[in-house]
């Protein structure tokens, strides 16, 4: 009985320093002056440009001073959950459309309706917006869009002889372009969609159908998830989209996809992110719009491709906000910013910085504008189980191209781990 | 001061030692000696284990306060996940390879190094070199231009490409490890150091033959550090992280045939936000290692020569 | 540097032994260094050709690699960054030399209650996979307010919480015949003197191995400064290298690539000033007068 009640005492205690610890957080005033910490993901040009945006918010508001951190998304994804389960998460951060759920639901995030006033949302789309609310209340805000794109290399595609891809094609024209492309190139025509949960997601989208229901559950039965893995596991063994060798080596990064490395004509991935491609392939990609269900519907859709939200426990909430606001709604911050963190969400500013958009920013404005208007609102945020099955999609598919299991198997087993991870 | 002479461990030096200090001075020396680790071992790391034990038992999902599930989490892993089983059997794989191949170069090198009369700095650098990078970014990328698909390997014997299949992944993983043998290396170095040339001189004079000598004075002086390797190497080899996370870009595929133990464990605790089951995989994993370590340990009485302990 | 040899042809059967032992090694070598030569390569491939090519060579040097990296990263030059590292790194090998060397010199020499359990235990602590125990350190460390310094990074070293050197050394020293300190124990030393001049200077192997090891480990040690440390002007080399590289936008591998040799310079110096010491070891210290 005696060591029952000493690791009760012990578990206790520890509890006290797990969830007790929060608050007293000192520091946040040096001289009078009122400190924030403010951190993003992105790559060095993404820092200089908001770093030069922050001195002139800290110019124009000289009571503030913003202490500024970023590193790469993979690493700045585990140095938050830490700060975050620390009770140190800095006062606004930039987030991801998977991590609203998740940080908002475990108290991470302030509700902006807090400090009303403080931030004009009035020029935001209110789709968009709504991406940012986890039952019904606003905890992030959008701060820029980006779509998916079908990106291909524009001069062998054109000397393949192969009709390129026109607005509103569907899924069955796509992959007979990428047979097409395959016997006229001998290379397959793109990455195998089927290891993607955002192309699984538009394909479904086309037929009327959502990843997640409106209660957070799932949206799709194992029947769908089949009848689209066997759909991309045909096109692989034909030899129409890229093998499961050259599938596996995508690692986030546009230099390690199949058309990155020379071996597929195409890819679908984010519009902004396919700038990379510019480097390795000098004559040039062009940005198509993905392909929509048989009967038209649209699949892809305007998503935020980031967010500002601030902690909870902010020690100066207001200032916080101010931080937010600078950074979505000022027309000089915009200037600076440009597109580095994609197209703007706030459609005034969005028009202009438009002329002052260049080369592939320009690109990028230019395939959002064409696409504009014929879409479907987005889905509100994923639930948070969502970060884990995003990888476990990719694992389950893995067993279907490396021909260990039948897509039906790996569609049950897909089923079977998301309702288990939607459950708790 | 006087000169302390080095007796040999092969004749024991018996001296006639003047009254010890008594015991409790002698104990007390003992902690004035430990006590930083103490103070670190108390606050940095008995406090993060019990927390990490009793966070085995909830579902501690890094946001919200953890609920106590009881053994959930185990009963969970062993008897509902099959990818925590694939995962197992990657890691042994990888111990059965890693570890052994790793050590035999390692004792091989710096056995060679050791009589070596020129250039043997040279030589020590340079075999050192890989293990100088660590399995970074970088290193990891070139890892995988080697064996891939039209890679050096692939060039110089046809292979194919390694790490994009399920089968030969783990292999270029391990080869990765292996490459960075550096560390038991010095450590090897470090303890041929130590062993007094007045053994291998004694032995030269009773014309004993280079093998003689290699088994009944290199083997035996060495053991304390061959057991030391041994013993890391397969606890660090058990929990492999850095190089499968850096080669397979955090996934552990092709098809989880790199989804190594820690690697899973930090694909549940921080991408899935279930640090109650990570935790529970972490104990359950110091469990496995720590019975292993014991069996060596248990083994090392009957090879593992202790001058210290030479006489006694 | 590579020696060939030249021995007077009498004592041909040895120098046969030794030119194969030469060739063995050299032979050895090429392979070894060829993923260093592939990295060295690497970092002056234009970005076309940094991830895309499996050629070795590149087409063309690309010396603006090294000029971006040398830029540093958001404001911060490349000597901020180094010497950030290098006061951590150079914080960590002193803190490890002593603390683990004086819990060494307990676990191995002296006897104390409870001493196998608490080695058992000591050895225990490497066996928890340390992602299992980040989030409670961290929030230790929170609480102590050490976060964004270079505590978090240092400290634990003075603290022997690095069981793997504390082992090592007991290691070296349980080889150290026990007469050492009974004959010392004849000239009047208590245990303090027999440790500094008698067991320490015969240790030194180990801790010159010690030294180099953590030297290396700390300085490449992402996980750790990339949790702790917050401000970018407190950021290291290899948290830096690393911000070349970010999936969701545009990569800059060459300037990584670029950025992972300079960072390699100093270790690389680090290592060959110390394991001159490796070489001396015994022959030095073996007598003491």
Known sequence: MSWRSRAAATALALCAVLAGCSEGDGSS?????????YTWWGNPDRAARTQEAVDLFE??????????????????????????????????MQLDYRMIDQYASGGVLMDF????????????????????????????IPQARGTETVVYDTEQWKASGVEPPRQGWTWSEWADAMRALAEKTGKPGATDPGQSEDAFEIWLRGQGKALYTKDRKLGFTADDLARWWTFTDKLRREGAVSSAEQTTQIDGTVENTPLGRGTALSDTNWDAPSSGYLAIIPSGVTLAPMPAGEDGTPGQYFKPSMFMGVAAD????????????????????????GATRGIPVNETLRDAIAPELKDFDKTVYDFQASVEGKLNAPPQAPPSGDSALQTTFQRDYDQVSYERMSPREAAENYITEAKAELRS | ???????????????????????????????????????????????????????????????NSPNWVGLRNYTQMFTEDPRYWRSVGATLMYVVIAVPLQLALALVVALALKNMKHGRAFYRSAFYAPSLLGASMSIALVWRAIFNDGGTVDNLFGTGGWVNKPGWALFAVALLTVWQFGAPMVIFLAGLQQIPGELYEAAEVDGASRWRQFLSITVPMLSPVIFFNLVLQTIQAFQVFTPAFAVSAGKGGPADSTLFYTLYLYDRGFVASHMGYASAMAWVLLIAIGAITAVLFRTSRSWVFYASEGDR | MTTTTSTPAVRKPIAWRRVALHAGCLAALLVMLYPLAWLL?????????????????????????????????????????????????????????????????????????FRGPLFAFMIATIMLPHHAVLIPQYIIFNQLGMVNTYWPLILPKFLATEAFFVFLIVQFMRGLPRELEEAARIDGCGPFRSFFSVILPLTRPALITTAIFTFIWTWNDFFTQLIYLFSPEKFTLTLALRSFVDASSTSAFGPMFAMSVIALLPIVLFFLAFQRFLVEGMANSGIKG
């Open chain 1, 29 to 37: 005033s040096v001289g009078g002056k009122v400190v924030l910490r």
């Open chain 1, 59 to 92: 110019k124009k508001n000289p009571g503030i001073e913003v202490q500024t951190s970023f590193s790469g998304y993979d690493a700045y994804k585990q140095k938050l959950a830490t700060q975050a389960a620390g009770g140190d998460a800095p006062d606004v």
């Open chain 1, 113 to 140: 309706a807090k400090q009303q006033g403080a931030l004009d949302t009035g020029e935001f789309d209110k789709g968009l917006l709504a991406t940012g609310k986890v039952d019904g209340k606003q905890y992030a």
């Open chain 1, 314 to 337: 902010a020690s100066h909430p207001k200032e916080s906000v101010r931080l937010v606001d600078f950074m979505l709604n000022d027309a000089e911050a915009a200037k600076i910013l």
């Open chain 2, 1 to 63: 001061m006087t000169t302390t002479q080095l007796p040999t461990a092969a004749e024991p030096r018996r001296v006639e030692v003047p009254k010890k200090p008594p015991r409790r001075q002698r104990e007390g020396a003992a902690w004035v000696f430990l006590s930083p680790w103490v103070l670190g071992a108390c606050v940095l790391t008995l406090l993060p284990m019990a927390v990490s034990f009793y966070l085995s038992f909830t579902d501690y999902d890094l946001f």
């Open chain 3, 41 to 113: 390569a690497t970092s002056l491939k234009p970005a076309t050709e940094v991830i895309a090519s499996l050629d070795l060579l590149p087409s063309k040097l690309e010396w603006s690699n090294y000029k971006t990296a040398l830029d540093g990263v958001n404001d911060v030059s490349v000597t901020q960054l180094l010497t950030n590292s290098l006061l951590i790194a150079g914080g960590a090998v002193i803190g490890n030399v002593i603390s683990c060397s004086l819990a060494a010199y307990a676990f191995a020499r002296l006897r104390f209650r």
